[in-house]
């Protein structure tokens, strides 16, 4: 496997963790669109700080396009504190606005420059180990100069004058994860009040506010150290998938930030097999393979996945049936028109029931021992009798 | 005299894309309403990313890049995305805001897969996903002004046959159900209407603008009335307005392209809207704070005046 490979995995799977995390807060407190308009609206951000830089990789690109992210939070707040416009509105003007912004400052002033729309909403993985974090001979001091040159030479057996580090994204990404996880162990417990109880979480003094906005903040720095390596459109599937599928496994915060940051990973590193296999956009596949996730997840998870619904629902309905027909046996028991009213092949008038079903109702209870059978008569057992009284006093 | 300027170059190109703008604002604007009124203005936003695999598939099939069979091809791929939105929703604990982020960003990706095929094929270029992300208004030719003319005429004729049932469904859904119309259904016509006005508005301002189409004329529209027939006559008007001026805007200088041109106009009949609409807008809003205010304290002085009066 050549090694190109590798480090586009690693930058994968640094950049599903790293949008999980944040992410998982975000599906919590419904407010997953905010990620959409931050990704879309820092593109004004981002060009004006490529005027200022000439490069796209500068640091910062990256706090100005953060910048700019907050700043669409703030816009959109202040629209919805007029209580003019309601939220949902408010995201949908702000950030076309500022994306058109965004377009028109790019086509008006930086044609003949190199900044590439399609690379910053799109991105492409497969490049991102192309830019590297080099260190240069000249900004070493000397002692540790001769140790890495002494250890380089060794290693690789030939002298350079630039000293590769590892892709660009890798740290990027890697620092954005571990600000996100300081983030959420530091104030674990303030987020989780702040999601599941905000009005309890101001009484107890802590400032949702400040929370809101320390989260936001978070996902504008994730959301643009990501677009170089998936683009501004796929770092949603990133950020919201995961964390939406985990949502469908468990109850429990903890489980669910665990299994959001196993299912990015996981995601990525299959997505980007496909993608490798199949040549084709490796954030694309990745993107696809989120949905097919949540998609079986949501068919098979015990308890609340679509077939155990549908089991549940099958099983209750028969139950249901054979409940209604020990109810009805008892009602008539002992009294002169019993006979009449337990007859099989009637019971589908007195019950008003197609056939079909009320002869395999009448299987399921004779299999039950609710009821047994006498010549063409039922007749309920014990058993059959405690359920309806069950159900009569219920 | 250099404001006029333009009024010479009224050739027929322009004359043809301002005509295209002002149609797809009109069918646009007024359909909005309905999403912005349910607050769900970012499903236009879903159904235009979701639309990208149809666009591609409908290629990767025919062959051809037709705009009406890839329209086609859009807009199934956007009602399937919409419907998927519902049906999350529906069956699923997953809030509406995830189930729509979460079907944008991956339908959108899917047809990324399925345009690296494309490309890989060579058989196409990557200036088809640029105009669907970007839009091209420029390229609207008179062939598609019909399209979208008998398109959109057909969504609003809809529109306003069911008006009633419409009207019922986006206010009060659960009284629509109870008096025995099937929300379910009009639901689905609803967000299928939306999906014709989206998938038309492709073409000219492109996947990520197209949602401010739908939410910028109805929001403006909102600000000026209470009543629903006047606020989708008002959005169509607004929608209208800004494609003629962000056309005619763009055309009158080069570097300013027109989908963003026509989303920023509609922004600002929405700030203008909300600055200063009678009854709700700000400024007449804090114009009758500062009059009752005043009012207040005419009545407080009276009061603290009117016992010393009396002891005098």
Redesign the interface.
């Known amino acids: 496997m050549p090694i190109g490979n590798l480090d586009i995995i690693l930058i994968a799977v640094t950049t599903a963790s790293a949008c999980a995390l944040p992410g998982v807060f975000l ?1 919590l407190r ?4 905010m ?2 308009a931050i990704s ?1 609206a820092i593109l004004p951000g981002i060009v004006l700080a490529f005027f200022l830089t000439h490069s796209l990789s500068s640091p910062l690109l990256i706090l100005a396009a953060g910048a700019t992210g907050v700043l669409t939070v703030v816009f959109v707040e202040l629209l919805q504190k ?1 209580k ?6 408010a ?3 702000t950030f ?2 500022l ?3 965004g ?2 400052l790019i ?3 930086a ?1 003949n420059i190199h900044l590439d ?2 690379a910053v ?2 991105g492409e993985l497969a490049y991102a180990p192309l830019n590297r974090l080099e260190v240069f001979i000249a900004d070493l001091n000397p002692l540790l100069l001769y140790v890495i040159l002494h250890i380089q030479v060794q290693l690789q057996g030939y002298f350079s004058f630039s000293f590769d580090l590892g892709p660009m994204s890798l740290y990027v990404m890697g620092v954005l994860l571990v600000l996100n996880l300081a983030f959420i162990m530091i104030f674990y417990k303030e987020l989780k009040l702040a999601t599941f109880d905000a009005s309890l979480a101001a009484t107890l003094g802590l400032s949702p506010v400040l929370i809101h906005y320390g989260l936001m903040t978070l996902v504008s720095m994730t959301t643009v150290g990501a677009f170089d390596a998936v683009g501004s ?5 990133l ?3 995961p ?2 599928t985990a ?2 496994m468990t109850d429990n915060l903890t489980r669910m930030l665990i299994l959001s940051v196993v299912i990015g990973c996981v995601n990525a590193v299959i997505g980007y097999w496909f ?1 490798y296999i ?4 490796i ?6 393979m ?2 097919i996730v ?1 998609v079986l997840v ?1 068919l098979i998870v015990p308890n ?1 996945g ?1 077939i155990a ?1 549908t089991r549940r629902h099958i099983r209750q309905k028969w139950e249901f049936a054979q409940t209604m027909l020990v109810i009805h046996l008892f009602n008539h028991e002992g009294l002169p028109e019993a006979e009449a009213e337990s007859e099989v092949a009637h019971l589908h008038e007195h019950l008003q029931w197609e056939p079909t079903f009320a002869s395999r109702v009448v299987r399921y209870a004779l299999n039950n021992r609710y009821v047994s059978q006498k010549a063409a008569q039922l007749i309920l057992t014990d058993r059959g009798r405690t359920i309806a009284q069950q159900a009569l006093v219920q | 005299m250099d404001n006029f300027l333009f009024l010479t170059r009224l050739d027929y190109t322009l004359i043809v894309v301002t005509l295209g703008a002002a149609l797809l604002g009109t069918v646009s604007g007024a359909l909005g309403t309905y999403a ?1 009124l349910r ?4 499903l ?2 879903a159904i235009s ?1 979701a639309a990208l695999p149809g666009i591609a598939i409908a290629f990767l099939l025919t062959g051809s890049k037709t705009p009406l069979i890839l329209v086609l091809g859009a807009a199934v791929a956007g009602w399937l995305g919409a419907l998927a939105i519902i049906s ?1 929703v529906r ?23 399925l ?3 494309i490309q ?1 094929s060579g058989n196409a270029n ?1 200036a088809g ?2 105009t669907f ?2 839009g091209q208004a420029a390229t609207i030719l008179k062939r598609d002004v019909i399209t979208i003319g008998i398109l959109g005429g057909i969504a609003l004729i809809i529109m306003l046959i069911l008006w009633k049932e419409l009207k019922l469904l986006i206010f009060d859904e659960g009284f629509a159900a109870s008096l025995g119309f099937p929300t379910r259904l009009l639901d689905i016509l609803l967000t299928s209407l939306l999906v014709i006005a989206i998938v038309l508005g492709l073409q000219a301002v492109g996947a ?2 197209m ?2 189409m ?3 004329p ?2 403006a529209a ?2 000026w009335t209470n009543r629903l027939n006047l606020m989708v006559f008002l959005a169509a008007v607004f929608g209208a307005f800004a494609g003629v001026s962000g056309t005619i805007i763009s055309s009158s200088t080069t ?3 027109t ?3 026509i ?2 106009c509609a ?1 600002l009949f ?1 700030g203008l809207s ?1 600055a200063f609409a009678p009854n ?3 400024i007449w809003d804090s114009i009758r704070q500062h009059k009752n205010r005043r009012s207040l304290k005419i009545a407080v002085g009276r009061l603290m005046e009117g016992p010393q009066q009396e002891s005098e």
């Open positions: 599906v419904r407010m997953t669109l990620s959409d879309h007029t003019l416009v309601k939220e949902d509105a995201i949908g003007l076309p606005a994306f058109s912004i377009v028109i086509s008006r002033y044609s729309i399609d909403l799109l459109i796929l770092v949603v599937a950020i919201v998938g964390p939406a949502y469908l993608a199949s040549n084709v956009s954030a694309g596949a990745i993107a696809s989120t949905f949540f949501f609340r679509l619904i | 912005v607050r769900q203005s970012l236009g936003d990313h999350i069956l699923t604990r997953i809030k509406y805001d995830s189930a729509l982020a979460l079907v944008l960003s991956t339908f959108f990706g899917f047809g990324l897969v345009y690296s095929l890989r990557q996903l640029d992300i970007f990520v603008l949602s401010a739908l939410v910028a109805a929001v909102r600000q570097g300013l392209p989908g963003p041109m989303i920023l922004t929405v909300i709700r807008g700000l």
